[in-house]
């Protein structure tokens, strides 16, 4: 194996391997060993993954030394006074020392569950110099009057996804293991200004979400349900091949400007039928007029996209029998959900705005398909 190419490269390995060095150290406190173990700060701050961060003495990379003894941390570095953290049940461990910011989560969705955690501090949280999706923005570390935020929506999220069914709310609570919180995309406001918002999963990172910061707990919560279908259909693609397709990005999806690829187009499609079910469900459930009307918009644009996509998936000779299988229970999710359908403006708008989609990707597409 050929070795670092350059000292950049060198030092980033060295990272690397240093990280492994932290997470052995997290797994042996919260295992109840003893140990004493020197780590190195990345940039100034040391970090802990679940437990938290401590800034050290020191701009760049610094040596520190860490003992673990009956649930006690003891950071020591030269010149500095010792830092003594107490680890905590969970997620977080607490000090009167202004130098360590413990990891947070936010409350269980459900009584007896487990907190979820708001991971605005491991450095490995999302995907480094590396290819990012082009709609996400970066992660962010989150300052009290975010957390108060995150913390006010968060509160209401369980109720918004028990409205959109039951079974949202149970697998929420099944799937969902971490939060990663990511800075307003830029752009999405006039002046390059950081606005709107936007969320993402990792195929390798099993049941973490990330996202902005969610403005109201039914938008979090649809936010949850599409994150968590991806998370779904990922784990099962892991254990059956669904189909043979290419990677060729042909395909047009009504709620994408670029060409997918088949596996990128059964992924949208899966995950926004479920939001068509969502948000139909939330339509029929709620008794506040301007509510229902903003569900039953959603709920006909999704169903609509769905709809739009359905010929292409289902005409696929790539499918294996268990993709057939798989395509054929969507179809049947679609046709139960047209049963009960949106009002008449709100399915004209959204299948008008679909074919205003396809004419405009196939302006920009078609020659080159």
């Not at 240093?18 to 780590?39: D, I, K, N, Q, T």
């Not at 799937?175 to 390059?192: I, K, N, T």
């Not at 339509?283 to 006909?300: E, F, I, K, Y």
Request: with cysteine; proline share 8%; hydrophobic share 40%.
């Amino acid at each position: 194996m050929a070795g670092p190419r350059t000292e950049w490269d060198a030092r980033e390995l060295s990272r690397d391997l240093g990280y492994f060095g932290a997470l052995a150290a997290v797994s042996a406190a919260r295992a109840g060993v003893s140990f004493a173990v020197r780590l190195t700060s990345r940039d100034g701050v040391l970090t802990l993954p679940s437990l938290g961060a401590l800034r050290t003495n020191a701009p760049g990379d610094t040596p520190v030394e860490v003992v673990h003894h009956r649930h006690r941390l003891t950071f020591r570095q030269a010149g500095e006074a010792d830092v003594v953290v107490q680890l905590q049940s969970g997620i977080g461990a607490w000090s009167c020392a202004a130098a360590w910011s413990p990891a947070y989560a936010l409350p269980s969705l459900l009584p007896e569950t487990a907190p979820i955690p708001l991971d605005d501090l491991d450095p490995y949280r999302t995907v480094r110099d590396g290819p990012r999706h082009h709609a996400l923005s970066g992660p962010v570390t989150l300052d009290d009057a975010e957390r108060k935020r995150w913390l006010h929506t968060w509160s209401g999220t369980a109720a918004a996804l028990g409205l959109g069914g039951e079974h949202r709310l149970a697998e929420a609570v099944a799937l969902l293991r971490c939060l990663v919180p990511l800075s307003a995309p830029p752009g999405s406001e006039p002046g390059d200004r950081p606005g709107g918002s936007c969320s993402g999963t990792r195929r390798e990172a099993f049941g973490a979400v990330l996202s902005t910061t969610p403005p109201t707990p039914t938008t979090f919560a649809a936010t949850l349900v599409h994150e968590l279908q991806h998370t779904k259909l990922s784990a099962l693609c892991d254990m059956l091949t669904l189909h043979q397709a290419g990677p060729r990005e042909r395909y047009f999806a009504p709620w994408r400007p670029d060409p997918r690829p088949f596996d990128g187009l059964l992924q949208g499609a899966y995950s926004h039928l479920a939001l068509a079910d969502f948000f139909q469900r939330l339509a029929l459930g709620t008794r506040h007029p301007a509510h229902r009307d903003a569900a039953w918009a959603q709920h006909a644009r999704y169903h609509e996209q769905v709809g739009a996509v359905l010929p292409a998936l289902v005409g696929s000779g790539d499918l294996t029998v268990q993709g057939r299988q798989f395509v054929d229970q969507m179809v049947a999710v679609y046709v139960r959900l047209a049963d009960r359908p949106a009002p008449r403006g709100q399915a004209a708008r959204a299948a008008a705005y679909v074919k205003a989609a396809r004419a405009l990707w196939m302006q920009r597409h078609a020659s080159t398909d």
